[in-house]
């Protein structure tokens, strides 16, 4: 066979310091003239239907409701197709970790004694050019068995335990709307779904397949059936181009956005031969309320995010019929996260929060759920204890099909149905956790411990999304204080003088701090409200 022709694609370098070490193994001549022709096939297609998106939006902005697709009423109404079988390795998903793809990360979650590893180039990644490519060199490594790490500053040696004790990857790339400005075609970026997909499905689809398992993925942020029709577009040239059976793939879909909680029959439809499942992306989906609804008054408006809990009537509303969806069609039902990080120096604290752990998965896996999500691996058996008393010795319990779930379309959106009204402690939360995160993720860093939790993009999302509708609706705290511009500068300054005390003046300077307050500011006070902050933030990553 000859060698593949030079690819099309032009990597550009930002800063030569920074280029991977090993980064020639990954950007082969064939992997990138495979990207290429996924860039060349498939973006115009993603282009439209970000268009779409936006015209949908502006839709929603109009009418300030959504509703079940006429058009696709057929799908939802023929009882007859289901999705393809679970192979073996994604049967029992009764505990999932999620976590990024550092050479640490990569070894505790395949060791953690969870199910399933989500591995995640996307929201808990800041797609740095060295975790893009590191991350896809950590998990060559990984199933070649040759990532034996070292912790240079505790000393600590990492390695893989025996292959039947690792949890299966399911890669999770990133949306659709991110680019990847290293990775050029004619001067133009190549979606950054498409770089982490490709060069992951390229490189491993026949080494998963000789270990026993195959190409897994998680797909993020899918707003409409047709954009699971685009990725189903994917999966089947993409299986033709490296010459191994269709249906090898198998993607788990997040409904993490409010149109696609509207479309999940038809997502799963178009993705039939490669689904194998959905799942519960809570904070997300959140944001994508507000987003989606920003604008549309007083009953759309949410109140703290912590008192959005998965019992309000409307995300009751979203997951049972995620559930009962999913097991209609022979999907597994994945639920929420748990991103409580456990604190071995305060243990009143720590069982504290053990007991909500409990509670929440106790939920889930009472409602249906085939496994969930943790963020530590502390928490692997407390999940696991949740569902192993609903599950016994069965891998899932699809044959539960919720039948008595019933949700119209109203149910949804009943945003006003929570008891529960924004403070002003709120509004400092936000504030504080979005600078800390946006500083983190601007150094690198995806997933960061704050406040006890495991924060991701998700995070930021949402709690710029509150401000700026609190701001917008002019809501008002029961002291009678709005919500105004002023008011959220005024506290943002005050965080930002509050950090600088706690952590030091070298510390504070040589961080991202002053640029996370005002890229905060910017996405939660403009007018014109930003679709992702990672679009702006982007623009500032080294």
Request: net charge negative; proline share 5%.
């Amino acid at each position: 066979m000859s060698a593949p022709a030079p690819s099309p694609l032009a990597i550009v370098e930002v800063d030569p310091a920074h280029t991977p070490e090993r980064q020639d193994e990954v950007l082969t001549d064939a992997a990138l003239a495979f990207v290429a022709e996924l860039h060349r096939r498939f973006t115009p297609r993603r282009d439209e239907l970000l268009a779409r998106r936006a015209e949908r939006r502006a839709e929603i902005a109009r009418t300030s409701t959504l509703a079940f697709l006429p058009e696709t009423a057929q799908i939802r109404a023929d009882d007859s197709w289901k999705v393809a079988e679970a192979p073996a390795a994604l049967n029992d998903r009764r505990v999932e970790i999620t976590g990024p793809t550092d050479r640490k990360m990569t070894i505790n979650a395949l060791n953690s004694g969870a199910k399933v590893w989500l591995a995640d180039f996307e929201d808990a990644s800041a797609p740095t050019w060295e975790n893009v490519v590191g991350g896809q060199i950590n998990l060559i490594d990984a199933y070649e068995r040759r990532i034996d790490f070292t912790d240079p500053k505790s000393g600590k040696s990492y390695a893989l335990k025996p292959a039947e004790e690792l949890a299966t990857v399911v890669m999770r790339p990133r949306g659709w709307h991110l680019a990847e400005r290293h990775l050029q075609f004619e001067g133009r970026p190549v979606p950054g779904a498409l770089v982490d997909f490709g060069l992951y499905f390229f490189h491993n689809a026949k080494r998963l397949l000789d270990l026993g398992k195959g190409p897994y993925f998680y797909l993020p942020k899918t707003e409409s059936h047709l954009e699971a029709r685009l990725w189903n577009d994917i999966f089947v040239f993409a299986q033709d181009y490296v010459g191994i059976p269709q249906g090898t793939i198998r993607a788990t879909v997040l409904i993490e956005t409010i149109t696609a909680a509207y479309e999940m029959e038809e997502i799963l439809y178009e993705l039939r031969e490669h689904a194998s499942g959905l799942n519960a992306g809570r904070w997300d989906y959140l944001f994508s309320i507000v987003k989606n609804f920003r604008d549309g008054g007083e009953k759309f408006v949410l109140p703290d995010r912590n008192a959005v809990t998965m019992t309000a009537p409307f995300m009751r509303a979203y997951t049972e019929l995620l559930v009962r969806t999913c097991h209609k069609r022979g999907a597994h039902a994945i639920g929420g996260m748990a991103a409580f990080i456990p604190n071995r120096r305060d243990p009143e604290a720590n069982e504290k929060a053990l007991a909500k752990v409990k509670n929440d998965k106790d939920r889930e896996a009472g409602d249906g759920f085939d496994g969930s999500w943790v963020a530590h691996p502390d928490l692997v058996p407390v999940a696991r204890a949740s569902f192993d008393a609903v599950l016994g010795d069965k891998p899932n319990q699809k044959d539960r099909l919720r039948e008595d779930v019933s949700v119209a379309a109203a149910d949804l959106i009943a945003i006003d149905s929570l008891d529960a009204k924004p403070t002003y402690q709120g509004l400092v939360d936000a504030v504080q956790v979005g600078t800390r995160y946006i500083e983190a993720w601007l150094r690198g860093l995806g997933a960061v411990a704050i406040f006890g939790l495991m924060e991701d993009a998700a995070t930021a999302e949402i709690s710029r999304s509150q401000i700026w509708q609190w701001v917008d609706a002019g809501v008002t705290f029961e002291d009678g204080k709005k919500v105004t511009a002023d008011l959220v500068r005024t506290i943002a300054d005050e965080q930002l003088a509050a950090i600088r005390g706690e952590i030091g003046e070298d510390a504070f300077t040589t961080g991202k701090w002053q640029q996370a307050h005002d890229l905060l500011l910017k996405v939660s006070l403009d007018a014109d409200y930003a679709d992702f902050l990672t679009l702006p933030a982007y623009e500032l990553l080294g």
